[in-house]
């Protein structure tokens, strides 16, 4: 928990969010600003800044957060035929909220390179 993460005020409920799915160290909720049909936000309930903070005993998270998203990748119908996971790190590759994230986005077909 660090006191000035969004992400982490939506785990602890004091800012809301839609909810899509939790398990024992993940959460998942609907993205405020979608930029697909389906924008899933996966995140560990653990305040991990980014992938570089990752220590080998965050292990059983990282595959809990893929774990998941290979369940809600073949469980919505619109994700099912495609969809991208995308970690951003740093400012330059977009990250802007500092709690670690998978975007799940899926719905529409999806351009390579992305931005
Ligand atoms: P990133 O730019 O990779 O750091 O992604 C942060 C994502 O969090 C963006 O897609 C935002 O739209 C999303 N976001 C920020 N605040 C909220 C919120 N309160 N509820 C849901 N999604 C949010
Ligand atoms: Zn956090």
Redesign the pocket.
């Known amino acids: 928990m660090s006191d000035n993460c969004?992400f982490c005020k939506?785990i602890n409920g004091s800012?809301p969010?839609e909810k899509v799915h939790e398990t024992t160290n993940v959460l998942v909720?609907?993205?405020?600003?979608p930029v697909a049909p389906v924008h899933l936000?996966l995140i560990p309930k653990k305040h991990i800044k980014s992938v570089n903070e990752l220590q080998h005993s965050d292990g059983n998270i990282i595959s809990e957060l893929f774990e998941v998203a290979s369940e809600l990748g073949k469980s919505i119908p619109e994700l099912q035929n495609n969809h991208r996971i995308i970690v951003?790190t740093g400012p330059d590759a977009?990250?802007?909220?500092e709690h670690m994230?998978f975007?799940l986005i899926g719905g529409r077909k999806l351009v390579w390179p992305p931005g």
Not at 29 to 33: E, G, P, Q, R
Not at 94 to 97: A, D, E, L, M, R
Request: glycine fraction near 6%; hydrophobic fraction near 45%; proline fraction near 0%.
């Open positions: 969004v939506i800012i969010s909720f609907k993205d405020i600003n936000l951003s977009g990250q802007v909220v994230h975007h």
